[in-house]
């Protein structure tokens, strides 16, 4: 039997895994999350500040490889913990038959054009917005708009910057304006690195040999811990 990892994994791709390594941070960024569950089954996207990891099984993780990039980096629960990381809290909304978690839920007021989220009209739920997200939702792909995805398989992580819990607000995935706005805004949060140091590092996990000889060449002191796909034992 496989048990889920005690390590927290991020995948990413290869210039960005750079750049973490570099840095010897992760910088949270606004990700678009769907909200539907939270608007009667409309439309509705929230950008939430965040690191996003997970504690799937490495061997587990093609179709998570397939979504965020097929270089990865695992860090110990311990060093998650002591930041603040913490599992996510999927709802269920099948079909639109709510669970009781979503049945308790302050109720979204929409219109055709959704007003700013006011922290009052959410009272004790507002600090758990970010940490929300449905069982089975819509995947923003960046291309055609969203795709559909089974959310609970990726057993989630979050770190949410506690300086930017407030900073959630809706987005139109469609106005280019928007998005573009959205990037601009990333640039807020990097004062709220989430650091880590060489020992915290477990291991890190690439596609190929080339791929771990090009990024040992570049960080040397991760040497041991770089390995590829092939040796974790990924299930097809």
């Known amino acids: 039997m496989i048990s889920r990892e005690y390590r927290l994994y991020h995948y990413t791709c290869s210039c960005k ?23 009667n089954g409309m439309p509705l996207y929230l950008m939430v500040p965040m690191v996003s990891f997970c504690d799937m099984p490495a061997e587990l993780s093609e179709d998570h490889q397939d979504a965020y990039g097929c270089f990865a980096i695992g860090l110990s629960k311990k060093w998650g913990r002591s930041k603040g990381v913490t599992p996510v809290l999927y709802l269920d909304d099948y079909l639109r038959e ?15 054009n959704p007003r700013p989220l006011v922290k009052t009209d959410y009272g004790c739920f507002w600090g758990l917005l970010p940490y929300f997200k449905p069982v089975t939702g819509c995947f923003p792909d960046g291309r055609t708009g969203t795709e559909h995805k089974d959310f609970d398989e990726e057993m989630e992580w979050r770190f949410v910057p506690p300086k930017f819990q407030d900073h959630i607000y809706n987005i139109d995935l469609f106005d280019e304006d ?8 990333n640039e807020e949060t990097r004062s709220s690195m989430l650091a880590f140091v060489e020992e915290d590092v477990e291991v890190i996990i690439v596609p190929c040999d ?9 960080f040397p002191e991760y040497k041991k811990k770089v390995k590829i796909w092939k040796e974790i034992g990924v299930i097809k």
């Not at 941070?25 to 569950?37: I, L, N, R, S, V």
């Not at 709510?98 to 055709?112: E, H």
């Not at 080339?210 to 570049?218: F, Q």
């Open 98 to 112: 709510k669970g009781p978690l979503i049945k308790c839920f302050p109720p979204f007021q929409s219109s055709n």
């Open 210 to 218: 080339k791929e771990r000889k090009c990024l040992i060449s570049k």
């Open 17 to 39: 895994l750079q750049l973490i390594l570099e840095g010897r941070a992760f910088w949270p960024q606004f990700c678009a999350e769907d909200f539907q569950w939270m608007n």
């Open 178 to 185: 928007q998005k573009v706005k959205a990037k601009q805004k």
